[in-house]
């Protein structure tokens, strides 16, 4: 009995465990693109690099030595991009995730713009490979290509 739960614990985990590493995997199901002519729409989330002057001009805003920013985009002009920010990257490769709060990033400040994508193929490819690992998992799990009658079972009788 003892020797049952402790399996199903196991599974459990393995599980929880799968679960989390999809998550993760999903991240890498986005990408980041050049933006098509004519600028990117209102309400496309864009990744904007910044220039050395501009991470200074907007060290108030955004916090010192950003080098990127990244958010959905309510408003561009000429002059600015307005962002409903969800992320900024530093110098030091470390990220910072913010609650949409919105922030204006002159054109000027902008060393590069792209559009994040979620990518359709990608994601329908790590989510099969998600479901057929849980699958497997699963049948190992419960031995089904164990081919044996496992511990606890009866021997056949003796003639």
């Given amino acids: 009995m003892n020797g049952t739960r402790e399996g199903a614990r196991r599974a459990g985990w393995r599980g929880v465990s799968l679960l989390l590493l999809g998550v993760w995997a999903l991240q890498g199901c986005y990408s980041v693109t050049a933006v098509q002519p004519g600028g990117p729409q209102p309400g496309a989330r864009v990744v904007a690099q910044l220039t050395p002057d501009g991470s200074q001009q907007l060290a108030s805003q955004v916090g010192p030595r950003v080098i990127a920013v990244e958010g959905v985009l309510d408003q561009a002009t000429a002059d600015h991009l307005s962002l409903r920010m969800v992320r900024t990257e530093g110098a030091n490769q470390v990220s910072t995730y913010w609650n949409n709060e919105e922030v204006s ?30 699958l497997l998992a699963g049948a190992l799990a419960s031995g089904v290509f164990a081919g044996d009658e496992g511990p606890g079972t009866n021997p056949p009788p003796a003639n």
């Fill in 105 to 134: 990033v002159p054109r000027p400040a902008i060393a590069l713009l792209r559009e994040r994508r979620l990518d359709r193929t990608r994601s329908y490819l790590m989510a099969g490979a998600i479901v057929g690992a849980a």
